[in-house]
């Protein structure tokens, strides 16, 4: 399991603009529930969420504080489709299923809009998202996949960018054209997590921070035991800790992998924030480890960029970001960062989500690679549909192929450390 450094809030920009949120207690003792649910973020909270809205008894277990982990760590980036494109799953799954999956991923989107606006969670939701292409040559790919999704699927949100139009609204000269997409958008993720835990909790589940599952036992009565010796006993157990259950189970372990990525938040740049986004949408670009960016409220540059994969966080985030950050807009040379932090995500092999009925009572979501903002809520909701005897779009989930790594469990750092690091330098050619 990951060390509990990485369950507690970090020092960032989301903790310092935060809307309070009650404390929950602590697991003591022992307890029954209809549902366990282990992790307190997106997935988890909306499962929780769903399931007692139902009627049924819910208790969440959360490592260290509801949206602690990525779920209020991340660049809060509400992206369209599935984490690979349609192409890909028209070709691994069939046209019938690659349709459907489309129509879950618009449905996640709206989920997300309509839990902001039913619970009235201010999270800062706004419309616009840039795909920017870092390489001449992915420019007319990008165009081209924007009629995909136009005339296969009727998705008439995206605006193709030539180099011009996207340099009018990212002050860099890094990209060389992109898409608009006025479907997608970003959020406060941290903020959307507590909204979600404070429904939840509303709604009737039970949710105890600081309480770090150590053991799943299978054998007769499903029991969750903490790290502190308490006990859930439950008729399902919903595994929703993403990249931070490493080490719980070995069949997760060894198809969803903790990678760390990083962001910084600027100082506020005043009327030079129009400059670098003009229209204030999110942008995420074409490299394999993705540089991603937008603009606070406030006006700062908030910026992801670079991964580390190995076990436990970096301590100098802002002077790792920062080389990051002037490669897209030396022009902030001069600018001070103000908060950086990390987090612990998980990927898959595939980069599609590993959701699975790990046996009758124990079910999995995990491994987003980097779109749980917008996949984890639904995802959430589709587990507990499975909880309610509709499983059906828990099966369509169980078709995505993620293979396990290579190695195994143990193996896994080594061999896909040094593919990763790979396809990073080839984001230098």
């Not at 996949?375 to 059906?392: D, H, S, T, W, Y």
Request: aromatic fraction near 8%; include cysteine.
């Amino acid at each position: 399991m990951a060390s509990s450094a990485t369950t507690a809030h970090p020092a960032s920009w989301y903790l310092a603009s935060a809307n309070p949120c009650p404390d929950f207690a602590r697991l003591e003792g022992a307890t029954r529930a209809d549902v366990c649910i282990l992790g307190g973020g997106f997935t988890g909270l909306s499962a929780a969420l769903h399931l007692a809205e139902a009627g049924l008894d819910v208790v969440v277990l959360e490592a260290g504080q509801v949206g602690s982990g990525a779920s209020g760590r991340n660049g809060g980036q509400l992206h369209t489709g599935q984490r690979r494109d349609q192409n890909y799953l028209e070709q691994a799954l069939g046209m019938d299923d690659a349709r459907k999956l489309w129509t879950l991923a618009e449905e996640a989107k709206a989920l997300v809009r309509d839990l902001v606006s039913r619970h009235a969670i201010s999270c800062d939701l706004t419309d616009g998202l840039i795909l920017a292409d870092h390489k001449a040559r992915y420019v007319p790919e990008s165009h081209a996949y924007a009629a995909h999704l136009r005339d296969t699927y009727g998705y008439m949100a995206l605006e193709p960018l030539d180099r011009d139009q996207i340099r009018a609204l990212v002050g860099s000269p890094a990209y060389h054209g992109g898409v608009l997409d006025k479907g997608a958008g970003h959020l406060h993720p941290l903020n959307f997590a507590r909204g979600l835990a404070q429904a939840a909790h509303r709604a009737g589940a039970r949710i105890h921070e600081w309480s770090r599952v150590s053991r799943v036992d299978e054998a007769g009565d499903l029991t969750i035991t903490t790290a502190d010796g308490a006990q859930v006993k439950a008729d399902y157990l919903l595994e929703c800790g993403n990249g931070l259950m490493d080490g719980l189970d070995r069949q997760v372990d060894a198809h969803v992998m903790p990678i760390c990525n990083y962001i910084a938040a600027t100082e506020p740049l005043g009327a030079r924030a129009h400059e670098i986004i003009a229209n204030n949408a999110a942008v995420a670009d074409s490299r394999f480890v993705v540089n991603y960016f937008r603009l606070s409220p406030d006006g700062r540059l908030l910026f992801g960029g670079g991964e580390s994969y190995r076990r436990g966080l970096l301590d100098d985030v802002p002077g790792f970001v920062r080389p990051y950050m002037l490669r897209i807009f030396p022009q902030l040379a001069d600018v001070r960062i103000a908060y950086g932090w990390g987090g612990v995500l998980g990927i898959t092999l595939s980069r599609l989500p590993y959701v699975r009925r790990r046996s009758g009572r124990v079910l999995v979501s995990a491994g987003y690679s980097g779109q749980g903002v917008a996949l984890a809520p639904l995802f959430g909701k589709i587990l507990a549909e499975a909880v309610l005897k509709r499983p059906e779009r828990l099966e369509l989930l169980e078709k995505l192929p993620v293979p396990p790594f290579p190695g195994g469990p143990m193996m896994r750092y080594p061999l896909m450390v040094a593919g990763l690091t790979w396809y990073a330098l080839r984001d230098m050619i």
